[in-house]
């Protein structure tokens, strides 16, 4: 048992801040699944991820409380220090399961609060210890798809605003803010993580899940413009109604546009993704914490292109959500199973030692 509580503290202390990532796969597929008349997935993955927030949470403070040098080293680190970005839009993605299958906007409205108060927490924390670090890695070595999240984080808060909107028109604006603010964000840092891409080496081992967000951040960005647009009317107030008028045609080109990109994406994603375990010797089956940065995005760009749908009436692009809400079930399954195996196979081995041991 002595040897269980060991490992239990080495893991806490070396608790990835992406592992909320988690939560935010989770929830997404549960979404996209609500919205494809699935109640027998999505809501069991509601309670999972409810159940997978409380339990990153209790590690989480557990982490702060008893190994604050190591929380305080992981915000300073170019590497792991966007992953804390993942705490934001878990928080809201879970908030967004809440509305559309429990219909709870209460609790979600505390979470909406909640998740405004991490933002700000976590945006001005993490690129403030990153600006005026001394030591700082080359550009190669310290960034990579993670720092998408900040762009996913900040429109989680967008998407969670609009679907908060018709009971509180005032998160609305919030939206409207924070849909603009992730805009911005995206260009500058698909920039650096193009260019790094494009001009330094790129080992199999470096190819990991999180690329993939490079499309996942369209995907929210794409989901939270549809919702501005599917919300333009609902319950708004005047100011809102005003705003709205200047600003809808503006809003409906810029979400077409990054849905565009992140579509233009996939394809590279997908060789790179092959090229990684044919010629890079990166096993298939192997569980990948970071693979979670994977199944977000394709999550995401299914249910992000069918509001889309929803919001502009191009319903050509209809097929696109229906193979990729399946995808993204498999895919989820797939990185569960490796998630619960990986959790058995070291209770199995801290047994075993405790036996050996006695």
């Not at 490992?7 to 796969?25: C, G, H, I, R």
């Amino acid at each position: 048992m002595d040897s269980f509580w060991v490992k239990l503290k080495y893991e806490t202390s070396n608790l990835m801040p992406s592992y909320f990532a988690m939560v935010m796969a989770t929830g997404i597929v549960s979404i996209a699944a609500y919205f494809y008349n699935m109640p027998y997935v999505s809501i069991p993955l509601l309670y999972i991820n409810i159940a997978a927030y409380a339990m990153l949470w209790v590690f989480t403070l557990l982490r702060l409380m008893l190994f604050p040098s190591d929380y305080v080293k992981d915000l300073k680190d170019h590497s792991r220090a966007p992953g804390f970005f993942t705490l934001i839009a878990a928080n809201n993605t879970l908030a967004v399961q809440l509305i559309l299958i429990m219909h709870n906007f209460s609790v979600s409205y505390t979470l909406f609060l909640f998740g405004i108060c991490l933002w700000f927490a976590f945006q001005y924390s993490v690129f403030t210890y990153l600006m005026i670090g001394k030591e700082k890695p080359a550009l190669e070595k310290g960034i990579n798809g993670t720092w998408l999240v900040a762009i996913v984080s900040t429109e989680s808060v967008s998407v969670l605003g609009a679907r908060l909107s018709p009971n509180y028109p005032y998160a609305y604006t919030v939206g409207i803010i924070m849909y603009f603010i992730g805009w911005i964000m995206y260009i500058v840092i698909i920039t650096m993580i193009s260019y790094r891409l494009l001009f330094f080496k790129l080992d199999p081992q470096d190819a990991t899940g999180p690329y993939w967000i490079n499309m996942g951040a369209t995907a929210i960005t794409t989901l939270a413009g549809s919702l501005l647009l599917i919300y333009e009317n609902t319950h708004l107030s005047a100011v809102n109604q005003e705003l709205m008028g200047h600003l809808y045609t503006f809003i409906s080109g810029t979400t077409l546009m990054i849905w565009g990109f992140g579509s233009w994406w996939i394809p590279i994603l997908i060789i790179i993704g092959v090229w990684r375990h044919t010629r890079g010797g990166v096993k298939f089956l192997s569980y990948d914490p970071q693979f979670w940065g994977a199944v977000f995005p394709i999550g995401m760009y299914a249910v992000s292109t069918l509001m889309l749908i929803r919001a502009t009436g191009l319903l050509q692009l209809a097929i696109i959500p229906h193979i990729f809400v399946y995808t993204a079930i498999v895919a989820w399954i797939y990185q569960f199973s490796g998630f619960v195996y990986v959790i058995v196979k070291k209770l199995m081995n801290s047994y075993i030692s405790d036996s050996v041991i006695t």
